[in-house]
């Protein structure tokens, strides 16, 4: 039998904080945003998704000093840049009109500067998506919580109420009505009225796709631990809704509406392409397609620009939210 281990009064009366100490500070815990930022630094595609999405931000807030810096005004015409028998730029590569003045070229037909419209045109596709999606994420959260908590026939017509909107022609009615309201309704007319329209067809129309989603995370923390305790404490519903099971939805609701926004510049792009979107003369990018469909035999660089910017602007959108939503949930890869 081997005899026990001395040890001196120094060491048996160390404490745990000397020990800490030594290692060379205090050691702290990390929250679970930390954590997730963490994972979302190390993945580089989505990094630079989330890059483009801040300087797209950025280009449609300053449009206008952008525009005095290097490009015209979006309704300035520029007939000396076009040629009069074949109504195309006379100058720049594929007769695009790309020069120190025009970094994107110019319009066939009117001359107008392309550089311009594409920023202006990023005010307004971003802005009906941003308020589109928060419509949607305000109407779709509320009700899927309240549907996934109680249960029931509460659960019963929510749900069949998402049936309903997830099966509706949302293009055809969207066509529709934009066609049947004109004038002046609520105070709005002309592309303010158009805006607003678009916004509450987008937003409201697509709840049922981010309803759906929290409905079934609600029936799936409703019966946790810290629920329970909630009701035995006497807690009421609206507390348990909003205090509760709304701070553990956050990730699968910032995550939904990062790639629902992309699907809604599609959808505003679409209206645009259409006819039914924001009228001329203000820019959109569906509304500068449209226009280039005719003539992009002539000139197809009118066409490729608008074009290319609809793609890299869904695709960083669809790039951050998937990086974001791997950080938020590892366990989803």
Same mark, same amino acid.
């Given at each position: !039998? ?5 040890v001196s009064g120094s060491e048996a009366e160390a404490q745990p904080e000397a020990v800490l100490a030594g290692m060379g +500070? ?6 679970? +945003? $930390?954590?997730?930022? !963490? ?6 595609? =989505?990094?630079?998704?989330?890059? *483009? ?5 950025? !280009? ?18 520029? $007939? ?23 970094? /994107? ?25 941003? *308020?589109?999606?928060? *419509? ?32 509706f022609p949302l293009l055809l009615f969207a066509i529709a009505l934009a066609g049947v309201v004109q004038g002046k309704v609520? +105070? *709005? ?13 987008? +937003? ?30 006497? =807690? ?33 792009? =679409?209206?645009?392409? /259409? ?27 009118? !066409? ?27 366990? =989803?890869?």
């Amino acid at each position: !039998m081997t005899a026990p281990i001395e040890v001196s009064g120094s060491e048996a009366e160390a404490q745990p904080e000397a020990v800490l100490a030594g290692m060379g +500070g205090k050691v702290e815990g990390r929250s679970l +945003g $930390q954590i997730a930022w !963490m994972r979302l630094r190390r993945d580089k595609v =989505a990094m630079s998704g989330g890059a *483009l999405v801040i300087l797209l931000i950025l !280009m449609a807030i300053f449009a206008p000093l952008l525009t005095s810096w290097f490009g015209h005004p979006t309704g300035e015409f520029h $007939q000396d840049m076009i040629d009069p028998n074949l109504q195309r730029p006379l100058h720049g590569p594929w007769h695009s009109g790309i020069s120190g003045k025009f970094p /994107l070229g110019v319009e066939p037909t009117n001359g107008r500067d392309i550089f311009s419209r594409i920023v202006y045109g990023a005010r307004i596709s971003l802005l009906i998506a941003f *308020l589109a999606t928060l *419509l949607s994420v305000v109407i779709g959260s509320t009700l899927g919580i309240v549907a996934g908590y109680f249960g029931g026939w509460v659960d019963t017509v929510i749900a069949r109420a998402m049936d309903v909107f997830l099966a509706f022609p949302l293009l055809l009615f969207a066509i529709a009505l934009a066609g049947v309201v004109q004038g002046k309704v609520f +105070g *709005l007319s002309g592309n303010g009225l158009r805006i607003g329209l678009l916004i509450f067809i987008i +937003g409201f129309f697509n709840w049922a796709y981010i309803g759906r989603i929290i409905r079934g995370q609600t029936l799936s923390l409703r019966e946790r631990e810290f629920v329970d305790a909630a009701r035995s404490m006497g =807690a009421r519903a609206p507390y348990i809704l909003f205090r509760e099971l709304l701070p553990n939805l956050v990730a699968p609701i910032l995550v939904y509406s990062t790639l629902l926004i992309p699907t809604n510049i599609l959808f505003e792009a =679409a209206l645009s392409y /259409l006819g039914v979107g924001v009228n001329e003369p203000t820019p959109t990018w569906g509304g500068m397609l449209a226009q280039a469909v005719p003539i992009y035999s002539v000139d197809p660089w009118f !066409m490729i620009v608008p074009g290319v910017a609809i793609f890299i602007t869904v695709l960083a959108f669809n790039l951050f939210g998937d990086g974001l939503r791997d950080a938020l949930d590892p366990r =989803a890869r």
